[in-house]
């Protein structure tokens, strides 16, 4: 069974920076692909990066040149680096694995979720 705990979630103004986190637990999870979603009130719950466990990664339009997706295999850890946030940022984040390997942006090929945290940004 896999289990994802993500941290690093807070409050930041407009143009900061945070850095959130994700640990992973489980069999095999060196070979998984690991992403981020995110879900705002009242809207469904949108892709934001992924990243392979050999290295290739995979944007939302939304966040590219902002955000940098990074995994490190031998933590079994999955980090999301967010600069130049913006109000529109503002939501839950949420880890994801997808178990075959496949990096996808859709959230129904994901098989594992963490319970999220909350990024709040502030105008």
Not at 11 to 34: D, K, P, W
Not at 48 to 54: E, S, Y
Request: glycine share 10%; with cysteine.
């Amino acid at each position: 069974q896999v289990q994802l705990v993500e941290s690093g979630g807070g409050l930041v103004q407009a143009g900061g920076s945070l850095r959130l986190s994700c640990a992973a637990s489980g069999r095999a999870l060196r070979t998984y692909v690991m992403g981020w979603f995110r879900q705002a009130p009242g809207t469904e719950r949108e892709f934001v990066a992924a990243v392979a466990w050999n290295g290739p990664t995979y944007y939302a339009d939304s966040v590219k040149g902002r955000f940098t997706v990074s995994r490190d295999n031998a933590k079994i850890m999955v980090h999301l680096q967010m600069n130049s946030l913006k109000p529109e940022d503002t939501a839950v984040y949420y880890c994801a694995a997808e178990l075959s390997g496949w990096l996808t942006s859709l959230s129904n090929e994901y098989d594992a979720w963490g319970r999220g945290t909350q990024v709040t940004v502030s105008s």
